[in-house]
Each structure stands twice: as structure tokens, then as C-alpha cells.
């Protein structure tokens, strides 16, 4: 597969896409793993690892450029239906909300979830018009190892409109708007961007060593 385009949607009409966005900065052996799981217990076609232009939630000032990350995605991923874009900086997008909407009316043939770790669930109020978002397709998390004991506390939880499903692995469930997904049944690697970039040189961040 090769990376989506504002001109040919009728390619992903009819499939089942993880869109999995975020700053990578940096890419590492965590976004892939939860990538994998992601295309296990949802049953997707695909996964497209959205590489924002920039996180509005995050500052900017040591953020490296969009092409930098996404040089560095492209050589951390080889799994074929991983697939690294920068198309919100074609849509003209930052936010979620704006992006998500963007996405589904250019295609409109293809069934997307958001999927995330965790530690998104439990900051999701703090995104841009976060209750409308949840409303517009489903959301599934993939468990974290740091911070699994706050899992019950967020948005998703305390939204009583929400149906909240655990998928196991070899069943293909039904996507549906307003439906949580949560995926808490596979060994988990316990890496990620900010110990990356505080505590591990830059060469490491492909591997998920530890320093």
C-alpha cells in the first residue's frame, strides 16, 4: 500500500482505516506496536499514522520540522499496511475535530476509528469541541503501562451516551459512531516520545531502548 492523497479516494472506498495521529516526535517501537494491536483486534485494512504539522496542545519551540518526523517515521516503519502521511498539512488542518471532518467528507467511502494509548483518554477534554468530537466516529485505546490505574478517569467514562466494548482478538466488531474500544489483553512496551526525547539519544528512539 501506498500512502493516501486528497485525489484518490475511491481506492480506500469500503475499507476499515486506524487513524492514529500525533506529533512522533520522536517515532518509536511503541507507536508500531500499538499499530499492530490496533489492526489486530479491530480488524483494519490499513493504519495511517497522521504526522501533524503541529499539536496545538504542545509547544512548538523544540518540535522539529513536519519533514524531519516524517523522514523518521518512514524508516521506523516496514509493515506494509502502516502507512506514514502528512496529509493534514494538505488539508489545512491541526485539530482533530477539523481533521476528522476534513477526512470524512473527502472519503467518504472508507470507515475510520481513531485509535490512540491511554494517556489520550484521560487529556481528551482538553481537545478542541472534545464533545462533539466524540460523536463523529469511534475511538478505541490501547492500554499503557504507566498510567493504566487512571484508566477510569476520563471524558469517555463520565459520557453516559458512550458504549464502551473490550474487542478480543479474531472477532471483527462492528464500528460504530459513539462505540469506545478497549484493548488492554496484549504485552505492553513501556516506551515513549517524551522519555525519548528527555532521557535516550535520538539513535535509540527506533529500537525502544532504554538508556
Known sequence: MTPPTLLDSPRWRGMRVGLFGGTFNPPHAGHVHASEIAMKYLSLDAV???VTPGNP???KSNLPDLETRMDQCRELVTHPRILVTDIEKDLGTIRTFDTIKALQTRFSGTEFIWFSGTDIAYEFHRWYKWRQLQTLLPFAFVGRPNKSGQVRQNAF???KSLHHTYPLHGIR????KGQIYWIFA???LDVSSTQLRNIIPPSFAKSGKKG
Request: glycine share 0%.
Open 186 to 188: 496484549e504485552p505492553l
Open 48 to 50: 495511517w499514522w497522521l
Open 57 to 59: 496542545l504542545k509547544p
Open 157 to 159: 467514562l463520565q459520557t
Open 173 to 176: 466488531p462492528e464500528l460504530k
